[in-house]
Antibody, heavy 122, light 109 residues
C-alpha cells in the first residue's frame, strides 16, 4: 500500500533554514507528481508546492515563492522541501501528498503522509 | 487569487443527511475534490472529479456539481463522520495553482 513518511521538522529561528524529506513506498514514485501541503495550527490546508514526476516542472504558492525549493530523488524514492528565510507564519504541519497522475491543474492529492511539524520561533 | 468558500460548520443528528457546499467562480470549468480530516490525522480523499468515490470510501459519501457550487452529501450520517471537510480545486488560468476551501466542521449531534 502507498506509504509517505515525512521527516525533518523541528524548531528553527526566524530567518533560518530547514529541509524536509518524504520517503515514499508502495507505488512507482518516478511516475507521479508530488506535492507539499501545509496546515498552520488550528487553520485550514494550504498548497505549497508541486514537482512533476521527472522534476522538469515545479510550481509554488505565492507565499513561499523564492524561499522554498521542492526537489526529488527518484533513485531514492524521496521528495524534499528546502525551506529558507523562514518566517513565523511558516509554522505548520507539512504534509507530502502523492499526485493522482492527471496532467497539470487536473492533478489532485490521492494519498497523504502523516505530516511533520515545523515551528518558526525565537 | 482564486478562492473557494465553505460554511464554517454544519450540524446533523445521526442518521440524517449532511450537505456541505463549496462555491467558486472556476468550478464550472474545474473539477472539485473533497477531503476528510479527523483531529490529529492526515486528510483523506473522499470524492474526486466532483462525484467519483475512491475505493474504500463508504457509499454514503457522494458529490455533485451545479454551476459555481459543488456539494458533498453524506447520507445516513454516523458518529465516525464527525470531522473537518475541505473542498479543493485548481486555478488553470496561468501556471497550475491548487486551492482549498476554508474547511467545514461537521458535528454529529
Amino acid at each position: 500500500q502507498v506509504q509517505l513518511v515525512e521527516s525533518g521538522g523541528g524548531v528553527v529561528q526566524p530567518g533560518g533554514s530547514l529541509r524536509l524529506s518524504c520517503a515514499a513506498s508502495g507505488f512507482t514514485f518516478s511516475s507521479y507528481g508530488m506535492h507539499w501541503v501545509r496546515q498552520a495550527p488550528g487553520k485550514g490546508l494550504e498548497w505549497v508546492a508541486f514537482i512533476r514526476y521527472d522534476g522538469s516542472n515545479k510550481y509554488y504558492a505565492d507565499s513561499v515563492k523564492g524561499r522554498f525549493t521542492i526537489s526529488r530523488d527518484n533513485s531514492k524514492n524521496t521528495l524534499y522541501l528546502q525551506m529558507n528565510s523562514l518566517r513565523a507564519e511558516d509554522t505548520a504541519v507539512y504534509y507530502c501528498a502523492k499526485g493522482s497522475g492527471y496532467p497539470g491543474s487536473q492533478d489532485y492529492f490521492d494519498y497523504w503522509g502523516q505530516g511533520t511539524l515545523v515551528t518558526v520561533s525565537s | 487569487s482564486y478562492e473557494l468558500t465553505q460554511p464554517p460548520s454544519v450540524s446533523v443528528s445521526p442518521g440524517q443527511t449532511a450537505r456541505i457546499t463549496c462555491s467558486g467562480d472556476a468550478l464550472p470549468k474545474q473539477y472539485a475534490y473533497w477531503y476528510q480530516q479527523k483531529p490529529g490525522q492526515a486528510p483523506v480523499l473522499v470524492i474526486y472529479k466532483d462525484s467519483e468515490r475512491p475505493s474504500g470510501i463508504p457509499e454514503r459519501f457522494s458529490g455533485s456539481s451545479s454551476g459555481t457550487t459543488v456539494t458533498l452529501t453524506i447520507s445516513g450520517v454516523q458518529a465516525e463522520d464527525e470531522a473537518d471537510y475541505y473542498c479543493q480545486s485548481a486555478d488553470s488560468s496561468g501556471t497550475p495553482y491548487w486551492v482549498f476551501g476554508g474547511g467545514t466542521k461537521l458535528t454529529v449531534l
